[in-house]
């Protein structure tokens, strides 16, 4: 999905779908970048181009350099970027890093600020160890990402055994009940919806400030998928964390 913008890759025979990554001005873009570059001031560029490609703003950036070494030498920049200052509006974020006579940029899918996005969904996610490509350096670590989508409550159940006897006596030996839910998504490009799965097998993620952990087995369910389309509708199971 990385090799260029998401409408330049679909099929002859699908359908363009718009889909622009929800943020709102209370959100975080948070990067990691590997580098043996110790200058901070390296990593701090980055600006938001309109959608004809124009400068918009050139945005303050915090970097930090964790603690330890990767990748025989490298070290960990996490790069901050806050919105609470971005004007609503649709916006392409471009980062760089320039140090030792070389330029490298970054281009992101575009994006789309608000004050509140109606219909969507703050996921903050973190691991206890390192995976899928993303540096863990602390247990206080941790991600964003916003999608449209909300949260359905099944139906109450529960767990319990039941003892009966000869003269078909019941008792209930012990009981423990549960709630189960899903997590709806309308409307997820192919993209998206790769990264919302990756982001499900971390070991803490909560939902609009409440933990949850993917039930065993389940999977990102298609709803309504349609070949000619380039976004679908996706559901998965959840379940409480903290029962």
């Not at 943020?23 to 590997?34: A, E, G, N, R, V």
């Not at 490609?53 to 964790?66: H, I, P, R, T």
């Not at 025989?72 to 980062?95: A, H, R």
């Amino acid at each position: 999905f990385d090799s260029d913008f998401a409408l330049r890759l679909i099929k002859s025979y699908q359908q363009s779908n718009d889909y622009i990554q929800p943020y709102q001005q209370s959100d975080t873009i948070i990067m990691q970048w590997l580098g043996d570059d110790s200058t901070l001031a390296n990593y701090q560029y980055a600006r938001f181009l309109d959608r004809n490609g124009n400068v918009f703003l050139n945005k303050s950036v915090s970097v930090v350099q964790e603690s330890g070494t990767y990748l025989s030498g490298y070290k960990l920049y996490t790069i901050k970027i806050n919105l609470f200052d971005m004007p609503e509006g649709i916006y392409f974020l471009q980062c760089a890093y320039f140090g030792g006579g070389n330029r490298y940029y970054v281009l992101h899918e575009p994006i789309e600020v608000k004050q509140n996005h109606e219909d969507t969904i703050l996921i903050e996610y973190r691991n206890s160890y390192n995976d899928q490509s993303v540096i863990y350096p602390s247990t206080t670590y941790k991600f964003y990402k916003r999608v449209k989508g909300y949260i359905q409550i099944q139906p109450p159940s529960s767990d319990f055994r039941v003892y009966e006897d000869q003269p078909m006596n019941k008792e209930l030996v012990s009981g423990t009940p549960f709630r189960t839910y899903e997590l709806m998504m309308p409307y997820l490009p192919e993209w998206e919806s790769d990264k919302v799965n990756r982001i499900l097998t971390c070991d803490t993620v909560s939902l609009d400030g409440n933990f949850y952990t993917r039930d065993e087995g389940s999977k990102l369910e298609p709803i309504g998928l349609h070949e000619e389309s380039t976004a679908y509708g996706y559901k998965v199971q959840l379940g409480e964390r903290y029962n």
